[in-house]
């Protein structure tokens, strides 16, 4: 009796092992795993309470029993509440659109999406125009044909890339800038380690530092240089941010000409610019001139002098004399309430409060204030021109120029 019944075993198990469902067999019952990594799909059979019993033993959809020893066990899944319910009223359900439709709702409001999704594609394998079910399915009527969001896609030239749909240049681009993200993170270890190599081996660590090319490592320096508070390495960084040159070098290079606490860094920054000649940098600091700051402007007007370009005349001008918020102490400050010393009539003396007097208090008051460096910039750009700070003067000046311009293209 035995040995049939674990014939009867090693036949189901090799059917239920294979993985195959057909597309309209539901879901069914308790969930037996295997330590070899297989699952039985029934009800587990209990064995009454006075049996010892080393084997598990399942019934299956089709009524086979199975039994498997509980070492090659490995989990045993029992159906919840909800999902025991489900089996009942599925078992009563008749196999057709208005009984599947039925339980669809009934699993749509019991939180049982994948059982849902079973019971709607029955309902287009009876029903194949059931736009309901198709609409919750994903598909869409094209032509006389229903598709899937899927095949539309594909269909569309795209592609799905970790979740998402994308064309294939823009899945190639992403998959650049992962690879990048990657090279960055290597770098980001190597110049922590270089960084540190610094007090041990100056000598080594310098020569590999300033050996640096690879545009990967522009993002990792400037963070370098964030976290950095020796001015002589940031010198050193920043000469290399000069040395590769990309685009983005450029940029970061821009942003420590305007912003760097430290003088030398900065202008460390304006010589590695210089001999670059970019428009998107020239824009940049022709921007920075509107600065509420204004040290901020007159260093971007250095900057531009040192950039040479002509084309930021125009803002050099508007930039000449800028209003800026500054901070004017008082005297003394305002008290609300006053303390001295007074005599009675008594000839007593003692102290004496009483509202105190307004006072020559701190504030913020809005002023115009020329720029020096714009002004140099404007005369070194300009070729020599100088009209001070007289806005008038400089735009009637710049008109006469572009006239002039004009006149000799005509000719």
Known sequence: ????????????????????????????????????????????????????????????????????????????????????????????????????????????????TKEREVHLKRIIELDPEHQRARALLGYQKVGDQWKTRDEIMKSM??????????????????????????????????????????????????????????????????????????????????????????????RALAILAIEDPVEEVRLHALEALSPLKSGEIVNFFVGRLRDKDNAIVNRAADALRRMGDPSAIPALIDALVTRHKIFIPGTRPPTGMGAGFSSSSTGKSGMSFGAGSGGDSSKVVERPISNPAVLEALVELSGGQNFGYDIRLWKQWYARQKQEEAVRVVQ
Not at 26 to 46: C, K, N, P
Not at 85 to 110: A, F, I, M
Not at 185 to 214: F, Q
């Open 157 to 250: 030239g795209y592609v799905l890339y970790k979740g998402r749909w994308m064309l294939p240049q823009e899945v190639q681009l992403e998959q650049e800038r992962e690879q990048q993200t990657t090279v960055q993170r290597e770098w980001s270890l190597r110049l922590h380690r270089l960084l540190n190599g610094l007090e041990s081996d100056p000598v080594t660590a310098e020569r590999e530092i300033k050996a640096i090319r690879d545009p990967a490592a522009v993002k990792p320096i400037v963070m370098a240089m964030k976290n950095e508070r020796r001015d002589a390495v940031r010198l050193l960084l920043t000469g290399v941010l000069g040395q590769i040159g990309t685009p983005e070098a450029a």
């Open 1 to 112: 009796m035995r040995s049939c019944r674990l014939i009867l075993a090693t036949a189901a198990v090799a059917y239920y092992l294979s993985g195959w469902l057909s597309a309209s067999r539901l879901l069914f019952g308790d969930t037996v795993v295997l330590q070899s990594g297989g699952r039985i799909v029934g009800q587990i059979v209990e064995s009454a309470p006075d049996q010892k019993d080393d084997t598990v033993t399942v019934r299956t959809e089709d009524e086979a029993v199975i039994s498997v020893p509980k070492s090659e066990v490995k989990e045993i899944i029992r159906l919840s509440e909800v999902q025991a319910e489900y089996q009942q009223l599925r078992q009563n359900t008749p196999d057709t659109v208005e009984g599947h439709w039925k339980l669809s709702e009934w699993c749509r409001d019991h939180n049982l």
